[in-house]
């Protein structure tokens, strides 16, 4: 098995556990594990796992500068990595988190929903399940982030019943699990038609 394989998978198992800077997770995987890594076989791994989208980065640990007042370099170190879960059950948490109040929270489920959205439009448009009539200029790259947006208002606009019911559909559309439920596609069409209209 390659030593590179291994090593992704000491980050995806170090990640299961929690969120870590880089500086923690290489300590973490030094400490459990007996490979030899080098600086930039270690940034390979996870700028890998960043270009699959099994992984990503959700904020900095400022704690590395050590109450230095003035800081005026960035340090890879100090970069917080966090596992991206595509599982029906983490979904449904991220999406609920949105509501929590909790800013950071907020900030954290977002930039995670995002991410997981880009992946599977990018998915859909690969595999060809993404009808071009239905996305027509909704999914410019630079809109995307816009559509996810629109699709959270229209949810959260919605009586509580029906908000719960969407919830579920997103959730369960957006997760690793194979449906035959087209909610992506069918709130794609949902969004064109309010666009066309002017709403």
């Known amino acids: 098995m390659p030593r590179n394989y291994k090593l992704k998978e000491a980050i995806l198992q170090a990640l299961d556990e929690k969120e870590l800077s880089r500086k923690e997770l290489l300590g973490y995987i030094m400490r459990n594990s007996k490979m030899n890594i080098s600086d930039k076989t270690f940034n390979e791994s996870l700028m890998n796992l960043l270009k699959e989208g099994k992984i990503c980065m959700i904020g900095y640990d400022f704690g590395i500068y050590h109450d230095v007042k003035r800081i005026q370099s960035i340090r890879p170190d100090g970069i917080i990595f966090s596992l991206v879960k595509t599982d029906f ?91 035959e439920d087209n909610f992506l596609e069918d709130i794609l069409k949902y969004i064109k038609a309010q666009e066309i209209a002017g709403l």
């Open 89 to 179: 059950f983490e979904i449904e948490s991220l999406i609920k988190k949105l509501d929590s109040g909790n800013e950071d929270e907020v900030k954290t489920a977002s930039y995670k929903l995002r991410r997981i959205f880009r992946n599977k439009i990018k998915e859909m448009e690969e595999e060809g399940t993404l009808l071009k009539e239905n996305s027509g200029s909704l999914l410019r790259a630079d809109s995307v982030d816009t559509l996810f947006n629109r699709m959270i208002f229209y949810i959260d606009s919605q009586p509580e019943k029906q908000k719960k019911i969407l919830t579920t559909k997103l959730a369960w559309s957006l997760s690793d699990v194979e449906s």
